[in-house]
């Protein structure tokens, strides 16, 4: 799937060991081959062309593509909210294609129940899946501190600014009980400061507290920052592009977006996704 | 407290002018009182009636009071079952909407001829006025529930009865609460009205009464009761949704 591209390089070559098909440990999720076209007044528009994509566990894998890439489609069949036409998505060794409530989810808005207070918004994945509710809301507790919304418990809300909504629900994705969390453009809604100050708290939550993410994104810095491995996706139909293996050490700072080997990386990155919005607005 | 003054003061200077205008014409124009009484008519006669009118207004809120919370309860059941059952939606929903072209006032001589002069023909005559703002508005409610949050709960893996108790039953309550206001005030309308077609008591008897004897003022007596009781009706069904709907943020004009 990499072949046809000019800009082929040593980095994509490396990550031939996560190439889908390989056999060893299980994944934390595995998506094989999976295409999706939708029926509109008998126009068939194809979304996925056959896109297959690993995450091991614990590890930390982003989705970058231009707009209208079917990133939103691939998260509603890894979700199973929706049915692949081809390809399989496999979690744990188990074909769990088209069932629902085996990841954690946290969409772009962070769409927190309103008439729920913050804590009980935090504890709703684990009520959904009828786990006992004492435990879990001492962990609740200790991780609304830890995030910097102590005190915050019994507020509904609206009374939170963006940012704090955003880590609230960041906060219900990761005290849900499901081992991989699908991040969907967490950050968008949030201006340039809160969302710069959001990807260095992600980074710092993460690397503390490993879990299998799959993350999707518009900006590629977030991308870098955060990943171990990026899937660049194409325009529609949505198929991997390029694999890239990020290769900085961990833990990670804030300030390795300055280094110059992450400045050549983003360009490289950026480039592809300029190439490929242009050959799609085309 | 003084936003809650600066938002009482101008209806009540309004009513105050209005009812000063209402004074001041029937003075000067010489309106004789069986046609239009003075607010100063209706004041005195309001003081010096109290104890008759009292027995009636007793009867009239008791009516009401049976009335108001069966309709509402039909009018949530309704919704509910329309909305767990989208095929029975599909056939149920436009006849319901039809009904309403049918004035339950106009059936109020059948139910008689039906069910008798008793409580039961007016208690249905009630029913009838009070389901429907209750019904439309929880089933409006209750379908439009948010997007992303509906994909959360599916993701998430959220039963069927889930989603239905955790997020559209509570999503529904605002409008809900819309639709119950609105019945409130048609609940004490119906019974004034179910008594018009046939009682020994209540609000709407006395104003039969009074009409045979041309005492407009105590007509007016009546009406004041009736816009007393569906104000406080009205208020106390605003109170519970401000205990219960809680969570929502307040506008800020």
């Given amino acids: ?282 | 407290m003084r936003s809650y003054w600066n938002q009482i003061w101008p209806p009540l200077v309004a009513v105050i002018f209005f009812l000063g205008v209402w004074q001041l014409a029937v003075s000067v124009l010489h309106v004789p009182s069986w046609m239009l009484p003075s607010p100063g008519d209706i004041a005195r006669e309001s003081r010096g009636n109290a104890s008759g009118i009292w027995a009636h207004t007793a009867a009239t809120l008791r009516l009401t009071l049976i009335g108001f919370p069966i309709g509402t309860g039909v009018g949530l059941i309704v919704a509910l079952l329309l909305h767990l059952v989208p095929w029975l939606k599909r056939a149920l929903y436009p006849l319901l909407i039809l009904s309403q072209n049918v004035p339950s006032i106009a059936l109020g001589p059948l139910l008689i001829i039906w069910f008798g002069f008793g409580l039961l023909p007016k208690i249905v005559l009630i029913t009838l006025v009070c389901f429907f703002p209750v019904a439309v508005a929880a089933m409006g409610g209750l379908a439009q529930s948010d997007r992303i949050m509906m994909n959360y709960m599916k993701m998430a893996g959220a039963s069927k009865w889930q989603i239905f108790s955790k997020l559209e039953l509570p999503g529904s309550l605002p409008a809900l609460f819309s639709g119950l206001k609105i019945s409130a005030t048609y609940a004490v309308m119906g019974a004034v009205v179910a008594e018009w077609i046939g009682a020994d008591k209540g609000i709407g008897y006395y104003m039969l009464l009074q009409k045979a004897s041309y005492r407009t003022d105590r007509m007016f007596v009546a009406i004041v009761i009736i816009v007393l009781l569906s104000l406080v009706l009205f208020a106390l069904i605003a109170l519970l949704e401000k205990w219960l709907v809680r969570w929502k943020p307040r506008k800020t004009s």
């Avoid at chain 1, 995030?147 to 880590?167: D, I, K, N």
């Avoid at chain 1, 920052?225 to 325009?235: C, D, K, M």
């Fill in chain 1, 1 to 282: 799937m990499l072949a046809g591209h000019p800009n082929l390089n040593t980095l994509e070559q490396a990550s031939s060991a996560y190439m889908p098909g390989a056999k060893g440990a299980h994944h934390a999720l595995n998506v094989d081959g999976v295409s999706k076209a939708f029926f509109h007044r008998r126009r068939e528009t194809r979304v996925l062309d056959n896109v297959s994509l690993t995450v091991e566990p614990q590890e930390f894998v982003s989705i970058v593509g231009p707009s209208g890439c079917g990133k939103s489609t691939l998260f509603h069949i890894i979700g199973g909210l929706e049915l692949p036409d081809a390809g399989t998505v496999n979690m744990g060794g188990k074909n769990v294609t088209g069932q629902r409530g085996e990841i954690s989810y946290m969409p772009q808005q962070p769409a927190l129940f309103p008439w729920r207070t913050i804590e009980d918004n935090v504890l709703l994945a684990g009520e959904l899946k009828g786990e006992p509710k004492a435990e879990a809301r001492a962990a609740a507790r200790h991780w609304l501190d830890k995030v910097g919304l102590g005190g915050f418990e019994r507020a509904y809300p609206h009374m939170l600014s963006g940012g704090m909504q955003q880590r609230a629900a960041f906060l219900r994705a990761l005290l849900a009980p499901q081992e991989l969390m699908l991040l969907d453009e967490p950050f968008s809604a949030l201006d340039a400061l809160t969302r710069e100050q959001m990807q260095r708290w992600l980074l710092e939550l993460w690397e503390e507290n490993r879990r299998s993410v799959l993350f999707i994104t518009h900006n590629i810095e977030e991308a870098l920052l955060l990943s171990s491995r990026i899937y660049v996706f194409s325009g529609r139909p949505g198929s991997v592009l390029h694999i890239v293996d990020v290769p900085f050490p961990r833990p990670r700072r804030g300030e390795l977006t300055d280094s110059l080997e992450f400045l050549q990386l983003r360009r490289e990155l950026s480039e592809w996704m300029r190439e490929e919005q242009a050959r799609t607005t085309r």
